[in-house]
Every structure is written in structure tokens, then in C-alpha cells.
């Protein structure tokens, strides 16, 4: 069974840009995370997804930062316009249960 | 009340020691509680998980204990081995929104000498 796929793995930007991270879920997890893992701490969840619906976006920046799933499958997480302390790995889990999570590699996220 | 409070930060165990890595809550509507293990570069792996109906749960070489009155919970490695080595969460969820949302401890770095 193939993993969640993340892309890119790494990422430079200048503050002030914007940025976008893919994740392509297991086949058949209706559930899908976001998640931000600042450099020596746990990941901290962003935005959840049941299908195309959002569940749970309470701790997602939404001043500069926006996620979508499209037709309850991929998504995409963007940042707009990234700021230093942004730096971080991002990490989409997915799940087909809600109960148990598996993770992506993460997308690597540098802002100078 | 959302927080886990994981320990130590960092711990240094002989090849063949035992690791013990323990986590406290607040929440006592918590009722998953997952240890996930991850490499540098690599994103958080499921090892084991227990609910709180069970004081332990055992898996090859790791073994969870979990102390319901307590509000703690801890990982033990046996017989810890170099490829151990690894960044260790635990993680608590909370049912009752029905969103299963994890709260994860800030992380203990496990280094097994060999």
C-alpha cells in the first residue's frame, strides 16, 4: 500500500512570498491533516478534512494561510504571504478512521 | 487542559538497556493515546496505541503502561537497540468533537549507544 505523498520535500522562499505544499493521501482515507512541526516540538495540527469538508480549522492562521481538498482527494496548503516564523516541516497525515493517522516525508519549509 | 506534558526531552540508553519515555494529561476525555516514532527526515510513524480500558499493551519490544487515575502513560523500549534511535511523540485524542483531533507531547529524543 503506497504512503501519503507530500511534494515538495524542500522549500526556500523570501518572507513575504507565497508558497504551496501538495499532499496525495492513501487511497481510500476519507479523513486528511495538516499539520505544522516547528523545529524541536510536536506537530500541531492546522486544518482537517472529511472528504472535501473541513471539520476542524481552528488553529489555522487564516489570515495568510488557506488549505483545500479537491473532489475529497488531494489537497493543497498555501501561505500567503509567508512571514520568518513560518519556517517549519509541514506535515499531511491521512486517516480511515479518524482514529489512527499516517504521515507524509513533510515538505521542509525555510523563510529568510 | 489541552496540553500533554511529555519527558524527558532527550535520554541516552546502552545498547540492550531499557528506555522510558512518560507522558501526563489533563483531559480526562482523552481516550486514545498513540506513540509515534520519527527518523530525521521522515514524517511520524505509528508504533503502538492504547485506550484506557487497558493498563498495558505490548508490541515485540515496546510496551505502553497506562496509569487512568494517574493521568499518565509512558513507552518502554526493551532491550533498546542503535536503530532505536529516534524522535518519540506521544499523543492524546479527544473524541467528543468528533474530529479525533491529536494533541502531541513536545518530543523525546532517544539515543541508543551501541
Known amino acids: 500500500e503506497a504512503g501519503v505523498a507530500q511534494s515538495p520535500r524542500y522549500k526556500i522562499i523570501e518572507k513575504r512570498q507565497s508558497v504551496a505544499f501538495w499532499c496525495n493521501p492513501i487511497?481510500?482515507?476519507?479523513?486528511l491533516y495538516w499539520y505544522q512541526q516547528i523545529l524541536g516540538q510536536g506537530p500541531k495540527l492546522l486544518i482537517q478534512f472529511q472528504n472535501n469538508g473541513v471539520v476542524d480549522d481552528s488553529q489555522l492562521p487564516k489570515d495568510r494561510f488557506s488549505a483545500e481538498r479537491l473532489k475529497g482527494v488531494d489537497s493543497t496548503l498555501k501561505i500567503q504571504p509567508a512571514k520568518l516564523e513560518d519556517s517549519a516541516v509541514y506535515l499531511c497525515?491521512?486517516?480511515?478512521?479518524?482514529?489512527?493517522?499516517?504521515f507524509g516525508p513533510g515538505t521542509r519549509l525555510l523563510v529568510l | 487542559q489541552q496540553q500533554v506534558k511529555q519527558s524527558p526531552q532527550s535520554l541516552i540508553v546502552q545498547k540492550g538497556g531499557i528506555s522510558i519515555i512518560n507522558c501526563a494529561y489533563e483531559?480526562?476525555?482523552?481516550?486514545?493515546f498513540p506513540w509515534y516514532q520519527q527518523f530525521p527526515g521522515k514524517g511520524p510513524a505509528l508504533l503502538i496505541a492504547?485506550?484506557?480500558?487497558?493498563s498495558e499493551k505490548k508490541e515485540g519490544r515496546f510496551t505502553i503502561s497506562f496509569n487512568k487515575s494517574a493521568k499518565q502513560f509512558s513507552l518502554h523500549i526493551m532491550d533498546s537497540q542503535p536503530g532505536d534511535s529516534a524522535t518519540y511523540f506521544c499523543?492524546?485524542?479527544?473524541?467528543?468533537?468528533?474530529?479525533?483531533?491529536?494533541?502531541f507531547g513536545t518530543g523525546t529524543r532517544l539515543k541508543v549507544l551501541a
Open positions: 497525515a491521512s486517516s480511515p478512521n479518524q482514529e489512527t493517522q499516517y
Open positions: 499523543a492524546a485524542s479527544d473524541p467528543r468533537t468528533g474530529t479525533y483531533k491529536y494533541i
Open positions: 487511497s481510500g482515507h476519507a479523513t
Open positions: 483531559n480526562t476525555a482523552f481516550d486514545y
Open positions: 492504547i485506550r484506557p480500558d487497558v
